[in-house]
Structures are given as C-alpha cells and as structure tokens.
C-alpha cells in the first residue's frame, strides 16, 4: 500500500466516503476535534486556496488517507508514503497511532509554511532528462549562483522535482530546458521542500518528534530517504526527520519493492498520482487506487 502527499488534494476529497462510510465519518469526525477546528468543512467545501496552504492541505491528505486505510479490510505486506504520505504510511504500520500521526502531520505543514514563508523558496519539475544530468545542472547553478538548487522529488524515471533558492531554480530550469528537456517549469508550492531551506522546520520538528514514542512497525515501511524498508522504531523516526531535508526517492523506492518482490501496489487516498507514477517505475506491476 502507498500513500499520496500534497499535490494529490482537491476540494470533495473524502466526502462521499465521510456520508457512506460510518467508521470513515468516525475517523474525520475524530480528526476535527483533535484539531480544534473543522478540518473536514476545508476538505468537503474548500475554499481551495486554504486546501492548498500547506499547514491545511497535510493533515487534509493524512486523513482521507487514513479514512481509507480504516474502512477496508486489507493487510499490506509493505507500506511507503510520498513525502507527508511516509506519515500515513508509518501509522498505517502501526508505528504512530492515529492522534499522534496528525498531531505531527499537522505541525509539520505548519512549519513548513513557516519555513517557506521566510525564505525565497521555490520549486520546479524538470521532464525529460537523465537523473544524473538534472543532478549535474543543480549542482552547477548551485556553485555558479552561491544559492541552493537540488533534486528534490526523484517521481518516476525522466521526471524531477527540482527545490531551492528561487533564482537558482529559475536559472536550473532555463539550464534544463537548453538541455533538452521536455517541460521544466516552477509549480505552485509554498517553499523549498524537501532542501536546506527547510532546516529551521526541522529544528523545530525534532523537538517535537523527539516526545513522541514510535512503535516497531507491523510491516516494513519503505523510507522515503533510502529507499529500504524498515521495521525499526528509531531507524523510521530518524529516517521521516530527515526527509524534511533531503530528497524523495520515488524511483528508487518501487524498483526496490519489485526487487524485493511486490506484485501489486494499491494507493490509498485522494487522486491517482501515485498510480501514474508506479506505471511509469514499472508497467510489470499491478497498479490500483482506493478513494
């Protein structure tokens, strides 16, 4: 089973699921009283400007996600998430329990928000050129620049998500595209993710995240930051902390699952990106999706 992060929301997401399902309505109805405030009116009835802030649109996705997860009887052999979706993921594995995963995921937009608030952050997707070679050009702009640019999102083979210093990820995409890429383009994010310019939201998380307890996980969970799966409560912990940082290893992550030998994957929650992307890694594969 895996898990979708920010990208995948939309304005609906989770409610016909919250009307026909009672122990789906149970989990939203829960989440807003954790909250302190109705998460699920932003969900059902937008506006979609506030389900795309990043303190609303994370918890958004670790709850439908989790609705899903608790109205279907199914045990995974393995579990991944793509970047907030490591969270669902790791609850899914009964590493975190549900109020403590959005407690986190819930702190986590906040001050990823915050981070990208305070910094020129951005970020841009680059399509149709060799991993290695996006790699190269953030590496150069970085050094011509003095500024950051890294590959952030390693989504299916030919498709990076590049993050940094605004100029330095305008000047990598100019570089991409005279390189030949397909599309090399900024998308509408709050901030760096997943970069340097994320590291006063992952001082601030650790403290946090140092409080809380992480069981041993049920089954392995597929880390987002080596691409390995884990079962160990401080390698997981360690391992969601750094993520903030460091990049997505998408790619990496479901050759790694196919090496291992995992047949069929099955996304759980809103939208169909995961799935698009799994098609991409490796068609051998089944692929299906649970709203």
Not at 190 to 209: C, I, N, W
């Amino acid at each position: 089973m895996v898990f979708p992060g920010q990208g995948s929301q939309f304005v609906g997401m989770a409610a016909e699921r919250y009307h026909s399902e009672p122990e789906a309505k149970k989990i939203i109805d829960e989440a807003d009283e954790i909250l302190g405030f109705s998460l699920s009116n932003i969900m059902f009835d937008g506006p979609e400007d506030s389900l795309k802030q990043t303190e609303y649109t994370q918890p958004a996705l670790f709850v439908h996600s989790m609705a899903v997860f608790k109205t279907i009887d199914m045990t995974p052999d393995c579990v991944a998430g793509h970047s907030l979706g490591e969270f669902s993921a790791l609850t899914a594995a009964g590493v975190l329990s549900f109020e403590e995963g959005l407690k986190l995921v819930r702190l986590r937009g906040q001050l990823m928000q915050s981070a990208g608030e305070r910094s020129s952050g951005a970020m841009g997707a680059v399509i149709g050129l060799e991993d290695d070679l996006v790699a190269q050009i953030c590496e150069n702009i970085s050094d011509k620049l003095n500024e950051t640019v890294v590959p952030a999102n390693y989504n299916s083979k030919g498709q990076i998500v590049i993050s940094g210093h605004f100029n330095a990820v305008e000047s990598a995409l100019s570089e991409a595209k005279e390189q030949g890429a397909k599309l090399a383009k900024l998308i509408p994010v709050s901030g760096a993710f997943h970069s340097t310019l994320m590291q006063p939201a992952y001082d601030e998380f650790k403290l946090s995240l140092d409080k809380v307890s992480f069981a041993n996980a049920r089954v392995p969970v597929y880390s987002n930051v080596n691409a390995t799966p884990s079962q160990s409560a401080d390698e997981l912990k360690n391992n969601v902390l750094q993520q903030l940082l460091k990049p997505v290893l998408w790619t990496q992550t479901i050759e790694q699952m196919v090496s291992d030998g995992v047949k069929e994957v099955i996304e759980l929650g809103p939208g169909k990106v995961l799935q698009g992307l799994v098609k991409r890694i490796d068609r051998t594969l089944q692929f299906s999706g649970i709203q």
